[in-house]
């Protein structure tokens, strides 16, 4: 017994398994430009971001955490997906350099149609058009495959990669 509770430490030691229930991250590019200040809650998988409050839901998939987001300005497409390592604090962005309206309306007919099978989803709007982000009542499954279309999206897009180096504080 005291054998196996051994390894489970030394492997909790090893992959810096992330323990705690709320991580606040300090983030800024190879370049410089400092991120907005974030707080990770790992119970409640989302992340707030201490300059404007606004909170963002989380997938958590293995030392991962995970969110997307499609949305609408006036005339411009916005999908950006973003992954955090949990034991780096590497914080990877992808954004497409330009949307065309073909491949965005796909998307969003691809993201309505695992929306309606999750009970109780409610539609969220900007400027008049859907909202899509992680949403709380799906499961680890419908929102890893809505994780999966924007980032294939994207990617299909000219993605463009912003790397941050967080930093805990």
């Known amino acids: ?4 509770l051994l390894i489970i430490i030394l492997g909790l030691s090893w992959f810096n398994v992330v323990i705690a229930d709320e991580i606040n991250l300090r983030c800024k590019t190879s370049d410089g430009k400092i991120f907005p200040d974030q707080v990770l809650n790992l119970k409640n998988k989302t992340m707030k971001n ?3 409050n606004g ?8 030392n991962e955490v995970k ?3 499609v949305g609408y300005l006036p005339g411009v497409p916005v999908l950006f997906a973003d992954t ?3 034991t780096t604090y590497e914080w990877i962005r992808i954004s497409p350099k330009e949307v065309k309206k073909r491949p965005y309306k796909r998307l969003k007919k691809k993201l309505k ?5 999750i009970d109780g989803y409610q539609i969220k709007e900007m400027a008049g058009e859907e909202l899509f982000q992680v949403s709380k009542l799906g499961t680890i499954e419908q929102e890893s495959m809505k ?4 980032t294939e999206t994207i990617k299909d897009n000219n993605a463009e990669k912003t ?3 967080c930093e805990k504080f």
């Open 1 to 4: 017994m005291k054998k196996l």
């Open 50 to 52: 201490l300059k404007t």
């Open 55 to 62: 909170v963002n839901n989380l997938i958590t998939i293995n």
């Open 67 to 69: 969110m997307y987001f």
């Open 84 to 86: 955090i390592d949990l």
């Open 113 to 117: 149609k695992i929306n309606k099978k």
């Open 147 to 150: 994780m999966n279309l924007v």
């Open 163 to 165: 790397q941050y180096k």
